[in-house]
């Protein structure tokens, strides 16, 4: 049975994580269970990198790396200025990343803009991240209002691989707070 490790993985978060509230969707799946950092055997669906479980992820499909995305959408509009996530596979054990599994970057993120009813880039959202680079992204930015977040990922270094997955094992989202409605 696994015991969900629900922690604010960001350093000095102000405010609360939006990331939960809003649903998750991407471009593919790992369509095979597989291994969870705790041990435990799971399909690695998009909620699993938005559900405050550092236990789980979310990971693409094999030979979807050329092109993969994923997003979140909130119901209602959302401010945000703070984006924290991850990425990574299980490795040589819980909690550990394989660092063949490093390597991914982002091609961009984007946000959708209210006012234009378009998703515009984030500006400097497009870097690299994983093997050599941090397994954890704290990107900061002016904040925007939006309903929703996308991230064009890319599996490999700077010429990606077409037949590598990318995965994201959380994301956190900051800014304003917002009214749950039930």
């Given amino acids: 049975v696994s015991t969900a490790v629900r922690l ?7 405010g609360p994580n939006l990331a939960p509230f809003a649903v998750s ?12 950092f705790d041990g435990t055997i799971a399909l690695h669906i998009p909620a699993h990198a938005n559900d405050e479980n550092r236990n ?14 994923y997003r979140l959408s909130w119901a209602q ?3 945000i200025s703070r984006i ?14 394989s660092p063949g599994n490093r390597g991914h ?21 497009v870097h690299y991240y994983g093997y ?34 990318v995965a994201l094992t959380e994301v956190e989202v900051y800014g304003s707070e917002i009214t749950v409605l039930s």
């Fill in 8 to 14: 604010l993985i960001a350093p000095d978060p102000a």
């Fill in 84 to 97: 924290f996530f991850g990425h990574g596979l299980p490795g040589g054990g819980p909690g550990s990343i």
């Fill in 105 to 125: 970057h982002t091609r961009f993120i984007q946000y959708y803009d209210l006012a234009s009813q378009a998703w515009l880039t984030i500006p400097n959202s």
């Fill in 25 to 36: 969707s991407a471009s593919s799946i790992w369509p095979v269970p597989t291994y969870n």
């Fill in 132 to 165: 050599p680079y941090p397994d954890w992204v704290d990107f900061r930015f002016s904040p925007v209002e939006t309903t929703g977040i996308v991230f064009g990922l890319a599996a490999g270094p700077a010429n990606p691989h077409p037949n590598w997955c």
């Fill in 56 to 69: 789980t992820y979310w990971s693409s499909h094999y030979g979807d790396g050329s092109q993969p995305w």
């Fill in 77 to 79: 509009p959302v401010t």
